[in-house]
């Protein structure tokens, strides 16, 4: 198998696959004489299928992949993409905002597919020390200078502030309790004597579950972020407000699908609104 994905996949549900059938069959065909020992034999091979899934999810980080991460998080994820590297603008606009990124910025650009939004900054990437913007080819085309200033500078922002590394971190938070919870759970499913123990594992799924829903309140919230900072960087209210016009119109194309189409423009009329007040 070559999709590092599917491997994940395949790895994880054959692991609760075993598990449910183990608890399936000590339930409902071990007698009570046996079941202690039945627990000493399906715990271990429980264990054996954690410790594969485990297996391939540090194996694929390693060799430098980004998975498993939160799916909605994928379409941000550049690694599935082919982008190239803008040395006239990314010298132009590191020596522009030195002030900002000491470390100069790069500037990407890439054709879409649909499936990545006009401009964003590097999320799924190890974060370095030179923020790397990757914009589309044909958005970049329909910009003027100070409209492209300003997408340069909110997606900045995004790193400034601190929201890549937070958002990062949370993913984590997200995927690492809710797999331990698993992991838990599946376990004292064939140790019923740990039925008091049941609480961790709620407990860890409900970590998982704020931190997901902190992700997507942090997302939108940073976006209006993103915006401010822009501008105050670069006071242009009225090119800010074209390159979300722009932005907008873009995103009617039809390229895009319908749920992302609809999700953008809410919050793109929502960001406008906020723009008028500052
Ligand atoms: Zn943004």
Redesign the pocket.
């Known amino acids: 198998m070559r999709d590092p994905q599917l491997k994940f996949v395949m790895a994880f549900f054959s692991w609760i696959a075993v598990t449910v059938v183990l608890y399936i069959i000590s339930a409902y065909f071990i007698s009570n004489n046996y079941e202690t020992l039945f627990s000493t034999i399906a715990i271990p091979i429980s264990a054996f299928f954690m410790g594969i899934v485990i297996y391939v999810y540090s194996k694929e980080k390693l060799d430098g992949g980004q998975y498993p991460g939160p799916w909605w998080l994928e379409k941000y994820n550049p690694s599935n993409l082919v982008s190239f590297a803008n040395n006239e603008l990314s010298e132009k606009y590191s020596g522009l905002l030195s002030g900002i990124v000491e470390n100069g910025l790069e500037v990407r650009i890439f054709a879409n597919n649909g499936k990545f939004p006009p401009a964003?900054v590097g999320f799924g990437e190890k974060l370095g020390k030179t923020p790397t913007l990757y914009i589309e080819d044909s958005f970049i085309d329909e910009l003027s200078e100070s409209e492209l200033t300003l997408l340069i500078l909110?997606?900045l922002a995004?790193v400034e502030t601190g929201f890549v590394s937070k958002n990062f971190l949370m993913q984590r938070v997200f995927v690492f309790s809710f797999l331990v919870a698993l992991a838990l759970l599946m376990t004292f499913i064939n140790l019923k004597i740990l039925f008091i123990l049941y609480p961790v594992p709620l407990f860890l799924f409900l970590i998982s579950a704020l931190s997901l829903i902190l992700m997507i309140r942090l997302n939108k919230q940073?976006?209006i972020e993103?915006d401010a900072f822009a501008i105050k960087h670069c006071d242009e209210k009225k090119a800010m407000i074209s390159l979300l016009g722009k932005l907008e119109d873009y995103l009617m194309e039809g390229k895009y699908s319908d749920s992302v189409r609809t999700r953008s423009l809410e919050e793109l009329k929502k960001r406008m609104e906020k723009i008028r007040n500052i």
């Open positions: 964003f909110h997606e995004h940073s976006q993103a």
